[in-house]
T-cell receptor, first 111, second 115 residues
Framework: EDQVTQSPEALRLQEGESSSLNCSYT??????LFWYRQDPGKGPEFLFT???AGEEKEKERLKATLTKKESFLHITAPKPEDSATYLC????????????FGDGTTLTVKP | DAGVIQSPRHEVTEMGQEVTLRCKPI?????LFWYRQTMMRGLELLIY????????DSGMPEDRFSAKMPNASFSTLKIQPSEPRDSAVYFC?????????????FGDGTRLSIL
């Protein structure tokens, strides 16, 4: 069974204080790892897809990286508007199209 | 482009009543997913469809839950009879093609409260 574990559960940062969120996964045949952002009262919004170890993607203050066992979402000089819950999900070979989600990390950035 | 559209946004009803949640996926997307989100259990996949055909309904909690996709632009999730423990936010998501490792696009959910 595919498993996704995110840490920490919650993270509080001061504006400008860089940090990283972790997503550890156990799957048979990774086909894709996805990062989403979820704001209160909204559905998850897609951020990045990573397909193979060593791959990196960037968007504004966010950078996602992937190894064979985990992914990191690095947040550089965060702003209060980056406050949200960040979800990680995997798709594996035997369940093509079906995503298994982690429980998320709730990020709060204080001005 | 219109995203995934869910209705209603909020539903409050009494235990034992039938509840029907509706979803319109993004045009051209072939896969549709129903999820339930709670604080205790996070985001759980209930069922998903490829080309209107149910592929995996192993996440449907019990026979009180049923889902249909009569055509490519519409799906329903029905709970009958509803119970207080069904209270949650229900999300619908769609993606371009089931086997192509594509991200999912979510609607804004239906917040369901069963009294």
């Amino acid at each position: 069974e595919d498993q996704v574990t995110q840490s920490p559960e919650a993270l509080r940062l001061q504006e400008g204080e860089s940090s990283s969120l972790n997503c550890s996964y156990t799957v048979s045949g990774l086909r894709g790892l996805f990062w989403y952002r979820q704001d209160p009262g909204k559905g998850p919004e897609f951020l990045f897809t990573l397909y193979s170890a060593g791959e990196e993607k960037e968007k504004e203050r966010l950078k996602a990286t992937l190894t064979k066992k985990e992914s990191f979402l690095h947040i550089t000089a965060p702003k209060p508007e980056d406050s949200a819950t960040y979800l990680c999900a995997v798709q594996a070979g035997t369940n093509a199209g079906k995503s298994t989600f982690g429980d998320g990390t709730t990020l709060t950035v204080k001005p | 482009d219109a995203g995934v559209i869910q209705s209603p946004r909020h539903e409050v009803t009494e235990m034992g009543q039938e509840v029907t949640l509706r979803c319109k996926p993004i045009s051209g997307h072939n896969s549709l997913f129903w999820y339930r989100q709670t604080m205790m259990r996070g985001l759980e996949l209930l069922i998903y469809f490829n080309n209107n055909v149910p592929i995996d309904d192993s996440g449907m909690p019990e026979d009180r839950f049923s889902a249909k996709m009569p055509n490519a632009s519409f799906s329903t999730l029905k709970i009958q009879p509803s119970e207080p423990r069904d209270s949650a936010v229900y999300f619908c998501a769609s993606s371009p093609q089931g086997n192509s490792n594509q991200p999912q696009h979510f609607g804004d959910g239906t917040r369901l409260s069963i009294l």
